[in-house]
T-cell receptor, first 108, second 113 residues
Framework: TQLLEQSPQFLSIQEGENLTVYCNSS?????LQWYRQEPGEGPVLLVT?????EVKKLKRLTFQFGDARKDSSLHITAAQPGDTGLYLC????????FGTGTSLTVIP | NAGVTQTPKFQVLKTGQSMTLQCAQD?????MSWYRQDPGMGLRLIHY???????DQGEVPNGYNVSRSTTEDFPLRLLSAAPSQTSVYFC????????????FGSGTRLTVV
């Protein structure tokens, strides 16, 4: 059972474009986290959102937690090649669950 | 440097062999876990521990054992390696189940032939 579904699974865009990645669940989470993983490395935490409706910004990345705390989104403005990687959402339940991941490629 | 240290980084095993993947953290984190990552499957939880002396099964525990004798160390044992266990393994730690986010090791790439 996959509690956290991400979409799209793959995304390939040109440098300078904007994009949004979605993380959805039928379960309520007390918090959600977003990670970025580069090839050959472990995931690295980007942000934690804890309040329904919360919006957090990290430079060109904007994270939002849904009002019902069942979903989250990651928006990247003016994507750069350095944004390339696997983006994972994650949240706590009985265990700590990771989403299915979105593989982003930004083409120079 | 503080963090999670995994060894080895690469390993090739023959079917039926056993081995231990090592994981150590120096952040005094209570919560530690092992994940495997396969193409198209995301990160799947193998085993986790909420503190020294306490371990529990995750989503895909079969064929793996763990122990947590100290806060710092959380080794993962493959009892009798199978080709289906070819994967990249990550150890991660956190202050708690939902606190502070996970710190991941750099992974162990295991191939079973």
């Amino acid at each position: 059972t996959q509690l956290l579904e991400q979409s799209p699974q793959f995304l390939s865009i040109q440098e300078g474009e904007n994009l949004t990645v979605y993380c959805n669940s039928s379960s309520v989470f007390s918090s959600l986290q977003w990670y970025r993983q580069e090839p050959g490395e472990g995931p690295v935490l980007l942000v934690t959102v804890v309040t329904g409706g919360e919006v957090k910004k990290l430079k060109r990345l904007t994270f939002q937690f849904g009002d019902a705390r069942k979903d989250s989104s990651l928006h990247i403005t003016a994507a750069q090649p350095g944004d390339t990687g696997l983006y994972l959402c994650a949240g706590p339940g009985n265990q700590f669950y990771f989403g299915t991941g979105t593989s982003l490629t930004v083409i120079p | 440097n503080a963090g999670v240290t995994q060894t080895p980084k690469f390993q090739v095993l023959k079917t039926g062999q056993s081995m231990t993947l090592q994981c150590a953290q120096d952040m005094n984190h209570e919560y530690m876990s092992w994940y495997r990552q396969d193409p198209g499957m995301g990160l799947r939880l193998i085993h986790y521990s909420v503190g020294a002396g306490i371990t529990d099964q995750g989503e895909v525990p079969n064929g793996y054992n763990v122990s947590r004798s100290t806060t710092e160390d959380f080794p993962l044992r493959l009892l009798s390696a199978a080709p289906s266990q070819t994967s990249v393994y990550f150890c991660a730690s956190s202050y708690g189940l939902s606190g502070g986010g996970y710190t991941f090791g750099s992974g162990t790439r295991l191939t079973v032939v």
